[in-house]
């Protein structure tokens, strides 16, 4: 098998769904000040698996509403119109990051898990450093790995030549992902960023997830979605082969300002947050 090429990556990205009517025309609502919490209930109730998904997340332990939230109204008015399009985004890409990666050696729903993981982390951090949109830092997150989604078929083959390299040569897997196929996940992921027509931060903070201080877009958004992808790989949920070596950038964790103490506290509060399946 030889190195991918930009074309077939290219196919790849484009055979992929758009994202769905509803999400885009929700993004679109919730950047219109004129928006009602109805009007957003009124586009997704066209989709009841959609909405089904965005109540269920709605009510996880993540957000900790003490009484259930029922209606999509309801969700958008305690939680707030970013958030709220954070889930649905959450929602809308479920069922394609809720698959088996093997070429990751990720098992069925791993990826899910470690997006959901990543989303919740960068949400909790931007909150705590006060830096940036804690919604906009979850779905930057939640999409930090989408590109292992396309790439998985070839590296399903070029699996063990990745591996060897790492262990060869003592790289990151990313800097072995490059040798061996000619491209790495992250490249692809801001490609399917582009195709949904995403913010150009959040298409940079996929691209540069592994190397937070070349991002000029948004050095902050991209410094947290590289600490939260750490925090998960630390914390071993949906850690698949790339796990083995994750080099953490210095001047990421310096721009965030976050000590190692309130690193520690943020990874024990997502702990107990994940005992709970409903986040998932």
Known sequence: MGKVTMESIVEAVNDLPALPDVVVEIMELTENPDSTAQDINNVLNRDQSLTAKVLKLANSAFYGFPRRISTVTDATVLLGFKTIRGIIMAAAVSGFLNQEVEGYALGYGELWRHSQCAAMTARLIAKK????????????ALLHDIGKVILNEYMEEAYHEVVEEVDKNNISFLEAED?????????????????????????????????PEKAQVNKKLTSIVHLADAICVMMGIGVGVDGMSYPLSEEAVQLIGLDKSEIENTMSELADLFSDQQSF
């Open 129 to 140: 450093a006060k830096v940036g949109t804690p919604d906009l830092a979850y779905t930057a």
């Open 179 to 211: 040798k061996i196929l000619g491209f790495n996940h992250t490249v692809v992921g801001a490609k399917v960023a582009e195709k949904w027509n995403l913010p150009a931060e959040l298409v940079e903070a996929i691209a540069l997830h592994h190397n």
